[in-house]
């Protein structure tokens, strides 16, 4: 053939798909499939436009926890060429020196925190002040100016000074320019005690107070791109150990750090949820539309059409669909993510960050490999047709092989989940929940609809028709059943999960949480403490007793020795430092034990954190020499505790049974809450009893608090998007089978049935469609909750028995509505109209 | 001297069904000649259509040759026997078959675009003026009516400008007036384009009008006449 002819013909077979392309699209054939693709694309984009825009938001806002992206933490000085290597990376980078000073006025003194600050801190988040100690505070960008410093607001009244008035710190005098209100990195840790001083790190020398031995903390903090940081962290990475440590928000608050891990997982599941579902949408969608086109390709091959032919054409048109779905997809799902955006707006002051390329890349692929995975096998097998059904309309056409339909939407899936959650065990447990269920409930599904039939042979005209109609199609009413079950499965999964998610966090954070802890209270004022504070605030009468002590030896290797030997084991806390011991009775609410036996009574035993005790070397059995105001005392470990470290509650490394530590002058250490409106009474506490120290926690409570309550609008709304695909879900299942019921009906109407049978026929079919579909689900729902709850959310498991009710109430709501809506017109059109055009 | 166009040899086809296989044609043996009007009768079940399918390369049989205008198309596989259909056989049905989706005129154009010809419009145009919808080029089927449906399929199936026609009960679903219209619309094109001419019936009248009348019962051919013309 010459190839001018054969450039003729492919333009004109060109032509002919753009027409046919264009004629479907007129008469609604190909309408179900683009809305399902648009959904695909649209809900995909969505969710990773805003979730990538409120993760970076929350990303940012955590971070000011730490007031930089990453810190490196340590007690000695942070060597320059960290610092240079940082810069060379084009990281921001600002250092702070913390340490506890006395401050003089007079005679009067006050121990603060000083925070020593270069210029640049801090890198996130903003720091407050006021220009009167507890007046109104406003942001600012500046920093304290060279021999000035900033004050808490309750240190004014305790040394009866205003602003502008000189402070002796140290050698040096400095004069108190504002009232420092608030600081992003504030708290949180215990060393960090004490009312905060905030001067100019350039002015630490002059004050002396920084002496060889000081208990210093060094911090340099590191912002900017995740990559750089990412690159910095490797190349530090054997010069941090075992004197710096590389600190993230999650190790640096593990509360939030299991706040944020928690949530991306769940938006993550949330995003694979909706990808399956608009990909079930979209197989639906385009079985249909190929049934539809068995007669056209019929014609087609009549008339010379070849296999290769049919095959280009339909793929072309697939193609074309894809290259118009996809943009108009991303579009809307732009659209739809900045409704949310702007709609969230109010309720979140923050300004979110433009979003990456990656969520419209995310869009498109899902959009193509959704074409490609669960469209394409049922439109290439219409190259199968026979010719013969042009005369003989009866020959059936099986479409593409189970294997391939299945195998090519199991790959699709694989790959689009994988890819799109970069979580392999997410992934694999989603898929596995799905797969159990389609093979354990197809089998329930056809226990029901035989069940179901044998009842409706006793029931009324219009049950009797509906469940010898379900019968009937037993088959493809599994298949529904399970399609309408796994959809309402996937809904409710993602209920269940955001409840025990939010409940969790609730659990962790209660409302009156102790948000102040006081520390160094002497056992002669203790009493005096505790009857103040039940007066005064909500008191949890929680006590802990602390004595200052080191370990010497273990099993008689001298601890120094031992630590030395040990470097490399990890960048843990040291295990010869002094440190806090404490002793009780009984096993801390938040403490569990992982090895060894809590002890029932007095003796020489100690208990150590588990992962103290991995990075020390330190088992059960082992005997612990430990020096205690030069006392020297032995003690055999019994047990290992896991610490919720995330409780902002006091934990202890070293914990001792009653009857050892009793003997040596100990300090207490006890806790309450305080509303942020009785701040006051902190200066009349520390007013009456001048040596106790006061943590105060609140600032970062609150702050974790606005990041969970963040975090849960973001699963509501990616749950809200979720439900969106699940009905589209439904809708294609109820149009693709929509032409097989209503030809059977429309000829039961041709005999004589009436409009309102035929209607509560299809009413009643699809309410039992929908009531078996939401058993199975609640009991899909309720397996995979539980192995996803337990194994990749690692929280306790639970039953949910209203789920057994909601699940079938769901079921038979959902789909009677949609079955009931998507067919009203046509049975309301004459049956010779339904017939004919059903052919 | 007159050559067949159409041959076929030992035609066979079996199906398999739940009780045994179940033959629908047995070595059926044909010889078509060019230019020839050849009606196929019988009742139904006795294999004709099956016997239509097959002798215009819709279908393959169990066993036999067919040639069809020198091209032994039971050896091609579907890709090339869809090539021979487009380029020499033209086909109309008793339900018409007609693209709901596009016009008549579309339709009637789809054998010319699918052999990429040079102006199928312009062919596709002087056909439905031929068949008389001159005015009704842009009307979708569903607008037509069924004599007029059938003419369009007419026009299509002459489009391609085929050299044999296959005509599977052309008038089962016209009343007998339409009916009569469309087979003279047929046997006229059938002689301007001097197309030979295979039809499926079981109508008597319209066996009568051919040249020649082979009857089928339970898949073998039972009789052969030559038509006697009234």
Redesign the interface.
């Known amino acids: 053939m010459s190839a001018p002819i054969e450039r003729r013909r492919r333009a004109a077979r060109l032509r002919l798909v753009v027409r046919l392309l264009a004629r479907d699209w007129r008469s609604g054939e190909l309408t179900l499939l683009v809305i399902a693709l648009l959904v695909a694309v649209g809900t995909v984009s969505a969710i990773s436009l805003t979730t990538d825009r409120l993760g970076r938001a929350l990303l940012s806002e955590s971070s000011n926890l730490l007031a930089a992206d990453r810190v490196i933490t340590s007690g000695r000085d942070i060597p320059a060429s960290f610092e240079d290597r940082a810069r060379a990376f084009g990281l921001d980078t600002a250092r702070t020196l913390t340490f506890a000073s006395m401050v003089y006025v007079g005679d009067r003194n006050q121990l603060v925190s000083v925070k020593a600050v270069s210029d640049g801190y801090p890198l996130r988040g903003i720091l407050r002040v006021a220009d009167e100690p507890f007046g109104p505070d406003a942001p600012t960008k500046a920093l304290p100016a060279a021999g000035e410093v900033w004050l808490d607001a309750r240190v004014f009244p305790a040394l009866g000074i205003a602003p502008g008035d000189p402070i002796t710190v140290g050698e040096a005098e400095l004069r108190v320019a504002r009232v420092l209100a608030a600081e992003p990195d504030r708290g949180g840790s215990f060393f960090d005690f004490g009312p905060r001083l905030l001067m100019r790190l350039d002015d630490v020398p002059a004050t002396g107070v920084v002496k060889p031995g000081s208990r210093l903390y060094h911090r340099l903090l590191l912002a900017g791109d995740e990559a750089a940081l990412d690159n910095l962290a490797v190349e530090l990475r054997d010069s941090l150990a075992p004197h710096y440590r590389w600190r993230s928000i999650r190790e640096a608050s593990p509360t939030v750090g299991d706040a944020l891990g928690r949530a991306e997982s769940f938006l993550l599941l949330g995003g694979l949820i909706a990808v399956l579902l608009a990909g079930a949408a979209v197989a639906l969608g385009a079985h249909r539309y190929a049934r539809r086109h068995y007669d056209h390709v019929a014609i087609f091959k009549t008339l010379g059409a070849t296999p290769a032919n049919v095959q280009y054409g339909y793929l072309t048109l697939l193609a074309g669909l894809g290259a118009l779905a996809v943009p108009l997809g991303l579009l809307l799902g732009g659209a739809v993510h900045l409704a949310i955006v702007n709609s969230l707006a109010t309720l979140m002051p923050v300004h979110l960050p433009a979003p990456g390329l990656k969520p419209l890349v995310v869009g498109a692929v899902t959009g193509f490999i959704c074409l490609f995975a669960f469209a394409v096998p049922p439109v290439t097998a219409l190259r199968g047709i026979s010719p013969m059904r042009v005369i003989r309309r009866d020959l059936a056409h099986l479409g593409p092989s189970a294997g391939i339909t299945y195998g090519s939407a199991a790959v699709g899936s694989l790959v689009l989940l994988i890819w799109y959650s970069g979580s392999v065990l997410l992934t694999l447990w989603t898929l596995l929940g799905v797969l159990g269920v389609s093979v354990v409930f197809g089998a329930i599904a056809f226990a029901l609809l035989h069940g179901g039939r044998a009842i409706g042979m006793q029931a009324g005209s219009r049950w009797r028709l509906a469940l010898a109609g379900l019968q009937r199609r037993r088959n493809e009413n599994v298949a529904q059943v399970l399609i309408f079950g796994l959809a309402i499965m996937l809904l409710l999964i993602l209920v269940l999960l955001r409840t025990e998610l939010l409940e969790e966090w609730r659990a962790q954070l209660p409302p009156q949480a102790p948000n102040h802890f006081v520390m160094n209270v002497v056992s002669d004022e203790l009493a005096d403490v505790q009857q103040l504070l039940a007066a005064e605030t909500t008191y949890s009468g929680v006590l802990y007793p602390m004595v200052r002590g080191r370990i010497v030896a273990v099993d008689g290797e001298a601890a120094a020795e031992r630590r030395r030997r040990m470097t490399d084991e990890g960048d843990g806390p040291r295990l010869d430092s002094e440190r806090n011991l404490s002793f009780v009775d009984a096993l801390p609410t938040n403490n569990r034990i992982v090895a060894g036996q809590w002890w029932d009574g007095a003796g020489s035993f100690v208990s150590l954190e588990a992962e103290f005790a991995r990075e020390t070397g330190i088992g059960i059995g082992d005997v612990l020499e430990f020096d205690v105001a030069g006392a020297r005392f032995e003690v055999t470990v019994t047990s290992l505790r896991e610490v919720e470290w995330g409780s902002l509650e006091p934990n202890f490394f070293l914990l001792f049974a009653p009857g050892v530590l009793e003997r040596y002058a100990a300090t207490w250490m006890t806790s309450f809450y305080l509303p942020p409106e009785r701040k006051r009474f902190l200066n009349e506490l520390l007013g009456r009893f001048p040596t106790i120290t006061v943590i105060e926690v609140d600032e970062v409570i609150a702050q974790v608090q606005r990041i969970v309550g963040r975090v849960t609008q973001a699963i509501e709304l990616v749950l809200a998007l979720v439900l969106g695909a699940g009905c589209l879900v439904l809708i294609a299942s109820i149009q693709a089978s929509r032409d097989e019921r209503l030809k059977e009906h429309a000829l039961l109407r041709a005999l004589g049935g009436s409009k309102r049978l035929i209607q509560g026929a299809l009413s009643a079919e699809f309410a039992v469609l929908g009531a078996f579909a939401g058993i199975v689900a609640a009991v899909g729902a309720e397996l995979t909750t539980w192995i996803l709850t337990t194994r990749v959310f690692e929280l306790p498991g639970a039953a949910h028995p209203w789920l057994w009710a909601l699940g079938p109430v769901l079921g038979v709501a959902i789909v009677a509505t949609c079955g009931v809506l998507g067919t009203r017109s046509l049975v309301r059109s004459p049956p010779v109209m339904v017939l004919r055009e059903l052919g | 001297m007159t050559t067949p166009i159409l041959r076929a040899r030992g035609i066979t086809k079996v199906l398999p069904t739940t009780e045994g296989e179940l033959a629908i044609l047995t070595g059926v043996d044909l010889e078509i000649n060019a230019g020839e009007s050849v009606a196929v009768m019988g009742r139904s079940g006795s294999g004709k259509?099956t016997l239509?399918?097959i002798l215009a390369g819709?279908?393959s049989p169990s066993a036999g040759t067919v040639v069809l205008d020198g091209e032994e198309i039971t050896a091609l596989d579907?890709?090339?026997r869809?090539?021979v259909?487009?380029?020499r056989v033209g086909?109309v049905?008793?339900?018409f078959?007609?693209?709901?989706?596009?016009t008549a005129l579309?339709n009637v154009m789809?054998?010319g675009?699918?052999?990429?010809?040079?102006d199928?419009r312009a062919d596709a145009l002087a056909l439905l003026a031929r068949v008389g919808l001159a005015e009704r080029t842009t009307h979708y089927p569903?607008q037509l009516s069924g004599g007029e449906q059938q003419r369009v399929a007419i026009a299509?199936a002459f489009a391609?400008k085929p050299s044999i026609l296959f005509a599977?009960e052309p008038t089962g679903n016209l009343d007998t007036a339409t009916g009569e219209h469309i087979i003279e619309l047929i046997f006229e094109l059938n002689r301007e384009f001097e197309t030979t001419l295979v039809l499926v019936t079981h109508d008597a009248r319209l066996a009568v009008r051919c040249d020649r009348v082979i009857e089928l019962e339970a898949g073998h051919i039972v009789a052969e006449r030559m038509a006697v013309r009234q």
Request: proline share 5%; aromatic share 6%; hydrophobic share 30%.
């Open positions: 259509t239509l399918g819709l279908d579907e890709e090339r869809a090539v259909r487009g380029e086909f049905f008793q339900s078959q007609l693209l709901g989706s596009l579309e789809l054998p675009e699918l052999k990429g010809d040079a199928p569903r299509r391609s599977d």
